[in-house]
């Protein structure tokens, strides 16, 4: 269904996260990624909190924003950016969590516009509970040399 | 227009920045707020950026929720949490900048969901120019003691 | 997973559809319910177009929506009425269609608010095609008599 | 600061109305345009109610989506349609009126994506009560003859 455009895709989207120097600050980690979906993690720590010691929505929100950028990165062609154009994010659920886990699918590749889904979970051990999803539009642009 | 139930208000939005881990540990600081309003800004540094050197949408989306959410907290009682229920962000450009600024408004508030509008701004010089702007929709919850 | 807590709800929920007057304007048909999701149909007329021949946006959205809501109707309390508190749509493709499909979903039930995802089709013979995705954020209200 | 590339626009926008099938149906009328604005009203009816007698979130978020689309409109060239991409929209009162009125402004114009913000109001005499608001990202794509 999905149509990958660069054979090297998998070191891209490495690259989107090695790279991106206010991930690598906060801590989420790129766990696996295919074409048009991407997984990454997060170990919480209390500098995650906001005021009253759940994980910030923030912190929530980077996480489903930057995974959902790198699943349409995995159909980029290799002279294109990702950029986001706009996101919507539901909290459902206050997030007491030691780890996040974030799924992205995209779910309209376009030319132009890709639009990806990503739902964050709360792990703890075995168990996964959804704590927030999103919706993202993202539009892939040519890059400038 | 807008009632203030807790004459300490000042305090309490001061404290919704000093106690919340992650926006100490991003750099936002908070420059003033009044009823329904809030307004702060963010020193850029490189750890803010995404892999292509501009701010990360993660670090607008979580200035924008986060100042939304202490202008509703201009507004609520002494007994009361506030908590993101969900909000949207478009990214209207690409934020190259040193300084952003943040200004928040209450559009509606409420018994139980207020709805914040917040603008944040690239700061250079005098020049402020509107990077982002985002809708936030925030419950005021009953502090459990 | 979905506690129901009214044994007449799909009573209730088929008047969500006939005594709205907008949908039955429209011409939107309930076709099926259980506890936590909802299905509606369309059939498209030139009247539900826009001025280039497409399914208006509005027609999408209004179906998105409505859906929406009497899939978290079919939680309510019998003294409970649903409103939608805000909703976000992604318009994914152009939608030329001689019947619209409808599938919503809640993804998180609560007491206050809940949160439903809609699914619109483009329907053709046996084939499906998604044309618009929302999020929908909806608060149960006690009636007043 | 809007730039104007097509000296008929007004012609144009007219346009978007009348030859759009559902906003005839449904009864938006065209009050005025600018460069980056657009305003509308609805006389509303019974048949716009939702089950409770409220406007129907549709009926307002029709009236949002398609005067946003209108005011990008009177900025797109000759030759360009205009989409609606995503858009969000925030309830923010139980809407009892007998007119709406909306007022549209482009928030960011752009070559492929124009972002607008819309406010819709319930009428009241010379009462203006803002009932709800959305943001909507709107695609200006080259006409195919």
Redo the contacts between chains.
């Keep these: 269904m999905f149509v990958v455009k660069n054979s090297d895709y998998k070191a891209r989207v490495a ?2 996260f090695v ?8 801590g989420y980690r790129l766990r696996g990624c295919g074409p048009g979906w991407c997984e990454t993690e997060l170990a919480v720590e ?7 010691g ?1 994980v ?4 929530q ?3 489903a ?2 995974t959902a950028g790198a699943a349409a990165g995995t159909l980029m062609r290799v002279d294109e ?1 990702v ?12 997030a007491v969590a030691d780890r996040l886990f974030c799924r992205a699918d995209v ?2 590749p376009g030319r ?2 890709t ?1 990806v ?1 990503s739902s964050v979970f709360a792990v703890a051990g075995e168990k996964q509970t ?1 704590v927030s ?1 999103a ?1 993202v ?1 993202l ?1 892939l642009v040519q890059q400038v040399k």
Tied chains: 1, 2, 3, 4.
């Design positions: 690259n989107i790279s991106a120097r206010f991930i690598q600050d906060v209390p500098r995650h909190w906001q005021q009253d759940f910030h929505a923030g912190v929100a980077t996480m924003d930057h950016l950029l986001t154009v706009e996101f919507k994010i539901n909290l459902l659920r206050t779910l309209r132009q516009l639009v889904e959804l999803k919706m539009t539009a």
